[in-house]
Nanobody
Framework: QVQLVESGGGLVQPGGSLRLSCAASGFTFSSYTMSWFRQAPGKERELVATSTGGTTNYADSAKGRFTISRDKSQNAVYLQMNSLKPEDTAVYYC?????????????WGQGTQVTVSS
């Protein structure tokens, strides 16, 4: 059974930091692209950061502030978020994706709330 369990969200003041964690199980972690998405109330879901084959990519809104990393030995992926802004407030989701037989296979975590407010 595939599981993606996020943790580490919470309330933080502007300028602060948070580290989100995602524990993965039930699939071959190393063969999947791992990403963090977020969705703020009333807004569309946004891809924040991706880690695949040793390469990382970031949304413009995350560049220079967020860092995605993965630990193959722990089947875990992390999102270090620094210099947080109120507009970073959202539910953050851990996502695993890969193409199988020409189709995208996607798994989602349940999400963790991040609130940036003074």
């Amino acid at each position: 059974q595939v599981q993606l369990v996020e943790s580490g969200g919470g309330l933080v003041q502007p300028g602060g930091s948070l580290r989100l964690s995602c524990a993965a199980s039930g699939f071959t972690f190393s063969s999947y692209t791992m990403s963090w998405f977020r969705q703020a109330p009333g807004k569309e879901r946004e891809l924040v950061a991706t880690s695949t084959g040793g390469t990382t990519n970031y949304a413009d809104s995350a560049k220079g502030r967020f860092t995605i990393s993965r630990d193959k030995s722990q089947n875990a992926v992390y999102l270090q978020m620094n210099s947080l802004k109120p507009e970073d407030t959202a539910v953050y989701y851990c996502v695993a994706r890969r193409v199988e037989y020409g189709k995208m296979k996607t798994y989602w975590g349940q999400g963790t709330q991040v609130t940036v407010s003074s």
